[in-house]
């Protein structure tokens, strides 16, 4: 270990490490010592990614797609993605706009050292994913939390209020993680209210939009004077099951921006992966039976979760969309004190809430992306210790 000197960056000692990966590594040191642990700590859909996106994937890198593609990403799936956002989300998208990235979490890093200023504001609803938070300090911004309201379905409270003459973005997450929180149509246009009298961009983080029990996704970019303002984000890891092959993409109207973040790309990432790239293609044209059929099966889950944690007195609105409950805990303690509790007593893995905002502290999160069985189980075991 090298000694008195600092070598880690200002910029580095600004960000918290990841809360979820901090509590599923000590819930995987558990199950390698042998120990029962049913996990609900990680975001990611237990399923196995489509054959037919597979087979897509693997005949490209058999024909020889296996060298650099455009940085931007290859014109076909491009193309597929723009036409995806004029059906799906009403949005006004070119190809020329679309940018892939290896996962949504590199893209919203990418737009944050694109756009923030030493000093810059960026809003955030209180909870919301861990990456947000760090991603706007690594790029030396602030990160400004606006409180949500858990009986009015996780509103934003008063949003305009934390506005000053700093402010540069706004952060919208729909369906939420860690809530589980669909935004309905209301929600959206105060937010795009502030974000046009404000002149804001907004970053509309869609990731979770096709994971939807009900409900129907609305994407802030598709609103009357968001066209422009709006960065949507978006990505392969849930929606199909995609998560180890790192690929996401962004739909950047602003030319400036467009620029400024393809300049990040040239020098770092080059171009996503070529041929994973004809996966995505097969993904967002080719049938789409098993994103249903997935879909579903969370529903299932969902409703058993949650139905079990309000018996057990964890009180837990029904969500809407993603594959997450967050409930509120406090009768038995504040996130982290259930959380360990849960782990050491009941071997079920869950992240305590306050790794996703102040509001957090007492909350927990379960990412129900694990089978029915293994909930009823985890369920069996919670109600013996609480
Ligand atoms: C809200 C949200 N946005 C973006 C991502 C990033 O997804 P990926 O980098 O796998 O595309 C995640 C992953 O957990 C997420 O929860």
Known sequence: MLESRDFVSDR??????SATLKYSNRAKEMKAQGENVIEFTLGEPDFPTPKNICDAAAEAMYAGETHYSAGPGLADLREAIAEKLQKDNAIDAEASSIILTPGAKQALFMLMQSTINDGDEVILFDPCWVSYDACVRMAGGIPVYVPTDPTDGFRPVNPESYITPKTKMIVFNSPCNPTGAVYDESVLREIADVAVDHNLL???DEIY???IYGKKHISIGSLDGMAERTVTLNGFSKAY???GWRLGYMHIPEPSVFKAL???QSHSVGNVTTFIQYGAIEALRGPQDDLA???KEFKERRNILIDGLNKIGFRCPMPDGAFYAFPDVSEFGNGEEVTTKL???AKVAVVPGFGFGKSGENYVRFSYATSVDK???ALERMEKIF
């Open 12 to 17: 580095l000692n600004r960000v918290e490490g």
């Open 202 to 204: 907004v970053l509309a």
């Open 209 to 211: 939009e096709k994971i």
């Open 241 to 243: 099951a995609m998560t």
């Open 262 to 264: 393809s300049k990040i």
């Open 293 to 295: 059929a997935m879909t």
């Open 343 to 345: 782990l050491n007593e």
């Open 375 to 377: 909930i009823r189980e």
